[in-house]
């Protein structure tokens, strides 16, 4: 015996618009409610623009700055370590500014300091140096320890570049120079970019001592005693002085220092000293080895 079944009526795909609709818009939503819970959740940490990044920096005499984007899921994950970082520093009674970019908004800000990589996390040791090139850039795991002791070797002068002022900051530099010697960048002013600091800054460089002066002192003193024990052309108030990049063998580690005795990295161009007799380049016998 056999039981008859009633065949079933075949199914018709009916469009629903309006549900299509609210998927689409559920699904649209979700990148946009992570970011503003980001940023609700992150609302401690000040956000930086172009009118008021140089007077927030300089609100502390020291900051750390991460250069962030929306669609970045990386970002999220180090803003929310930077508020760790935030209340850590507030508990040891550390003074320093933490604060985030976003450079989908700030495009000039991005290219200033060549942050288009996102998360790029950088130290202003002295906020006062606020030209390019003169921060020091985190790199490693985003850990809540990992960025404490990037930024306690940055304030305590352990990896963070040294501003020089007199001659005889650079025989403290020579001095406890322990590699083949040490890069001194001189500068026109710290607020503004020069050709030279990407010299200053190049991987080659970076693994010997590296110090700064700038012509414009940001501590009042005046830098032409230093420009003339370099050698360099001084003009009046440093405006229009010469800029340049010198090497200084570890050898010359006597105080008896002399630009004679340095590779010297100019702009031909720029400082019309570049095609002195003096003058060195990279791949000069007395300078590093970057070539």
């Given amino acids: 015996m056999y039981l008859h079944q009633r065949p079933r009526a075949p199914s018709v795909y009916v469009p629903r618009p309006w549900l299509l609709a609210s998927r689409l818009v559920a699904f649209a939503a979700v990148p946009l409610m992570s970011l503003v819970e980001t940023r609700d959740s992150n609302s401690g940490i000040a956000s930086l623009d172009e009118a008021n990044f140089a007077e927030k920096l300089r609100t502390s005499s020291s900051a750390l700055v991460a250069f962030i984007a929306p669609w970045c899921s990386a970002c999220r994950t180090v803003l929310a370590e930077l508020s760790r970082v935030k209340h850590s520093l507030a508990q040891q009674s550390v003074r320093l500014l933490v604060a985030q970019c976003d450079v989908s908004r700030e495009v000039s800000l991005a290219a200033r300091f060549r942050t288009w990589r996102t998360p790029m996390v950088l130290l202003f040791p002295n906020t006062k140096v ?140 720029v400082n019309e000293q570049a095609s002195s007799s003096s003058s060195s380049s990279c791949c000069s016998s007395s300078g590093p080895s970057c070539c």
Avoid: Y
């Avoid at 970019?193 to 110090?211: F, K, M, N, T, Y």
């Avoid at 405006?239 to 004679?260: N, W």
């Fill in 130 to 269: 606020l030209a390019p090139s003169l921060q020091l850039v985190f790199q490693g795991q985003i850990l809540h320890a990992n960025m404490m002791a990037f930024i306690h070797n940055g304030l305590q002068g352990r990896t963070a570049p040294l501003q020089i002022h007199t001659p005889e900051d650079v025989c403290k530099v020579a001095q406890r120079n322990k590699g083949p010697g040490a890069f001194i960048g001189f500068f026109i002013s710290p607020d503004e970019d020069s050709l030279l600091q990407a010299v200053w800054a190049l991987g080659c460089a970076s693994r010997h001592g590296r110090s700064f002066a700038f012509a414009h002192d940001t501590a009042g003193v005046s830098a032409e005693r230093l420009w003339r024990w370099a050698g360099l052309e001084w003009n009046e108030g440093g405006s229009r002085s010469e800029e340049a990049v010198l090497f200084i063998p570890a050898g010359d580690a006597r105080c008896e220092l002399k630009a004679t005795n340095a590779a010297r990295f100019s702009l031909p161009g």
